[in-house]
Each structure stands twice: as C-alpha cells, then as structure tokens.
C-alpha cells in the first residue's frame, strides 16, 4: 500500500469560509478519482503554533494507482480553483505502509 500525505499552508488573510471551502473541495476527490481505498481530509485544530492548515492523508492499493491520483484532473478543476487562490505553500509525502 501506498500512504500519501499533503499538508497546506494557507495564506494569512484566508478566511474562515475560504478554508471550508477548500476542505469541502478536497473531500470530493475519492468521487472523481479512481484508487482511492482510504481518503482523510481535515483543517488544523490550531493546537500548536506553526502547523499547516490543512491536511489530507490518502491510501492507495499501489504507486500505480497514486499516479493516477496524483495526475487526475480532479485537482485542478475541483480542488485548485478554490484552494489555489489562499495557498501559501504546501508538501507532500508517499510512503509504503
């Protein structure tokens, strides 16, 4: 199995909406993209100072199907138009687990 993992950082001036809004957009992902066997999504709880504000962690059978994922273009017609606009950053991860 493959684990992927993003954490975003938002912009300063992102509002409360605007983050809702992009956590509503990711959490259509597993209904656009094939492979997805485990998909969460959630905004920071603000419990510590200095963590991104939104991450996503996604399971996938194999890299094959991860590649699928991450080249769908789900991303950047669902997920980029709102996102994109208050996203000052962001990392990714993929391990085997």
């Known amino acids: 199995m493959i684990r992927h993992i993003t954490l975003i950082d938002f912009k300063e001036d992102a509002t409360q909406e605007q983050k809702d809004e992009a956590l509503q957009a990711f959490r259509q992902l597993p209904q656009h993209i ?15 100072e200095g963590n991104a504000g939104l991450a996503v962690q996604a399971t996938f059978a194999n890299r094959e199907a991860f590649i699928t994922y991450s080249r769908h273009e789900a991303h950047g017609s669902v997920v980029f138009p709102v996102c994109g606009p208050i996203m000052a950053g962001y990392s990714t991860a993929q391990f085997e687990g």
């Open 34 to 48: 094939p492979g997805i066997l485990e998909f969460q999504v959630g905004l920071d709880l603000g419990l510590l």
